[in-house]
């Protein structure tokens, strides 16, 4: 009896894991539903996929708009290693620990931001033997148009979906995260 209910709970995390690919009848994840996303099932799957493609949309967005801003060359693993250098600056092997990322992964990283003028190497006045990298003027001027756009898009948020539901969705997203939520590692955790 024991062996046929754990076939039966295999079958069925099978079918639904296996929705991934072929959600419902031969339609793949990537065609959308012809129901209204209110009123169908949702998929376990589907809520890391929607918190990262909400994610996306909004890097997407900030990225045209520091494009027209004068940034058109960021990307958005640019971002994650500006805030790796900090307003101290770091060494590069202190800019990999913080992204996660091998020491030679975060020295082609700094001298990319070195060639986009982001950031600038320079004497460790307390260690003469350590190079730090700090950010410029001009790493200043793209963290600080960041934030304003994630301002606005959190706006363009609240304007379309209510205060509120904003609110109410960032306090659940907080109480739903480890306590360390900011991490700088995404670039190296998803290169895996």
Same mark, same amino acid.
């Given at each position: ?24 009848? %031969? ?42 801003? %004068? ?35 975060? %020295? ?8 986009? %003028? ?75």
């Amino acid at each position: 009896m024991a062996c046929s209910s754990s076939v039966r709970w295999t079958t069925r995390l099978t079918k639904k894991v296996n929705q991934v690919v072929h959600h419902g009848k %031969g339609r793949t994840l990537s065609e959308p539903s012809p129901l209204p996303a209110e009123s169908r099932e949702s998929y376990g799957f589907e809520l890391p996929l929607l918190l990262f493609a909400g994610f996306r949309s909004i890097i997407d967005e900030l990225h045209a708009d520091l494009a027209r801003q %004068g940034h058109p060359d960021a990307r958005p693993a640019h971002g994650f290693a500006l805030q790796a250098v900090g307003r101290g600056g770091a060494t590069a092997s202190e800019v990999g620990r913080r992204l996660g990322i091998s020491k030679q992964a975060a %020295g082609k990283t700094v001298d990319r931001l070195l060639q986009l %003028g982001y950031v600038e190497r320079a004497d460790d006045p307390s260690d003469a033997r350590r190079k730090l990298v700090r950010l410029t003027p001009h790493g200043v001027d793209l963290l600080a148009r960041s934030a304003e756009v994630f301002e606005r898009v959190r706006g363009d948020w609240m304007a379309a979906l209510g205060a509120e539901r904003v609110r109410a969705m960032e306090a659940d997203l907080r109480r739903m995260v480890p306590q360390a939520f900011f991490r700088l590692d995404v670039a190296g955790w998803l290169g895996g």
